[in-house]
């Protein structure tokens, strides 16, 4: 197995602890759908579709929705969510470096906090122009380098340096980043910001959290207990004081990148 495989491998297993966390983005999933503008009846493709809170929102729009994810785990719990909501949407166990639809498939491909963890960007996006029809739209939120997320994947990065191979994810975060990764593949690029406020009771509170169910500090935090606890202990300390620059009357704030362009 390389290098590539075997990261691919461990964000699969990372990401089954996902779960509790699908609240924190179901309130940011109405604002990607609402930016995408997707028009009833289009065929949409929901790229790393986790639990299927985009996927599912899209669907209640009225969309013809198809969602894929490296994890069954997730996927499991998206088609009973869906079947909470009432909705069908076409879900599939697959890779965004190699997706199992034909070219130019969807009307809308999207991704909230997803495809931005794939470890190749070039490859990743160019398979989700690959099934876009010439005309559809991509858009897709991720999170920016110099704000709070972004800034924690930094922190994570200098307890635990990550593959060389690996591209860090919060690049998909800078619109001059996006630009160039879209390249003239597109045209019409079109951002904006949001923020999802998350309710904790202290900075430590929401760390547990993260550190719960986020894939990369899943496995960070599990290798540290074992290799060094003294070194996560100070890791857990930094990650405390970056949260509490943005913590306010038990409110965690997450500002966040949109982008919206159209395949030529």
């Avoid at 994890?71 to 190699?98: Q, Y």
């Avoid at 099934?131 to 972004?150: D, M, N, Q, R």
Wanted: overall charge negative.
């Amino acid at each position: 197995m390389d290098e590539i495989d075997t990261f691919k491998a461990a964000q699969k297993a990372g990401w089954v602890h996902f779960v509790p966390m699908q609240a924190i983005t179901i309130a940011a999933a109405p604002r990607l759908v609402e930016h995408a503008r997707i028009p009833p009846g289009a065929s949409v493709l929901d790229v790393a579709c986790g639990t299927g809170v985009v996927a599912i929102t899209a669907a209640r729009a009225g969309a013809r929705v198809t969602g894929l994810d490296l994890t069954p785990e997730l996927l499991a719990v998206a088609r009973d969510n869906a079947r909470t909501a009432d909705v069908a949407v076409d879900w599939h166990e697959g890779d965004v470096e190699s997706m199992p639809f034909a070219p130019a498939a969807f009307d809308v491909v999207i991704s909230q906090f997803g495809h931005m963890f794939a470890p190749r960007p070039g490859v990743a996006i160019a398979e989700m122009l690959r099934v876009l029809k010439p005309g559809g739209t991509i858009a897709f939120s991720t999170w920016p380098p110099e704000l709070y997320v972004g800034r924690t994947f930094a922190l994570a990065g200098r307890y635990a340096p990550p593959s060389p191979d690996v591209v860090p994810p919060p690049l998909w975060g800078d619109p001059n980043v996006v630009r160039e990764r879209l390249g003239t593949a597109v045209r019409e690029i079109e951002f904006d910001r949001a923020t999802i406020l998350v309710p904790a009771l202290s900075a430590a509170h929401f760390r547990e959290l993260i550190e719960s169910g986020a894939g990369p500090l899943v496995r960070l935090v599990q290798s540290m207990s074992v290799t060094d606890p003294q070194k996560l202990a100070a890791f857990r300390r930094d990650y405390d004081v970056l949260t509490a620059e943005y913590y306010d009357r038990n409110i965690v704030r997450q500002d966040y990148l949109i982008t919206r362009a159209v395949k030529v």
